[in-house]
């Protein structure tokens, strides 16, 4: 039990950071955030790692008025996201089968 929630949490930590700094790297990106500032420069350099996937998978457009959307991130945090209900529904079938083998014992045992 301690197991699968230590892996449970580590999981959901590690993706909820993923999502976050994609997300972040949209919004600034949208916004046209200066990207010499150095949180600006820190959220795009560990995003790029992320994005190498995606790199150059959909083109990078600019709205009338100067926003930047940058599809491929988009579909990167979509990606992330099943990739993270996925790990989790595994997390949860791998301790759902050990949980109830572990039932099977006591009931047999008792």
């Known amino acids: 039990m301690f197991i699968y929630k230590s ?15 994609l997300l972040l790297r949209i919004g ?7 990207e010499a500032a150095p949180f600006v420069d820190w959220i795009y350099d560990t995003s790029d790692p992320l994005l190498n996937p995606f790199r150059e998978m959909f083109t990078t457009e600019r709205t009338p008025e100067g926003f930047v959307i940058e599809i491929s991130s988009l579909f990167a945090l979509l990606t992330y996201m ?3 209900f996925f790990a989790q ?6 301790h759902a089968f050990f949980d109830q083998k ?3 014992k006591e009931v047999q045992s008792a």
């Open 89 to 94: 529904e595994i997390l949860d079938n791998i």
């Open 82 to 84: 099943f990739l993270a």
């Open 7 to 21: 892996l449970s949490l580590l999981a959901n930590f590690i993706f909820n950071f993923i999502g976050l700094i």
């Open 102 to 104: 572990n039932k099977k």
């Open 28 to 34: 600034l990106r949208f916004l046209g955030a200066n």
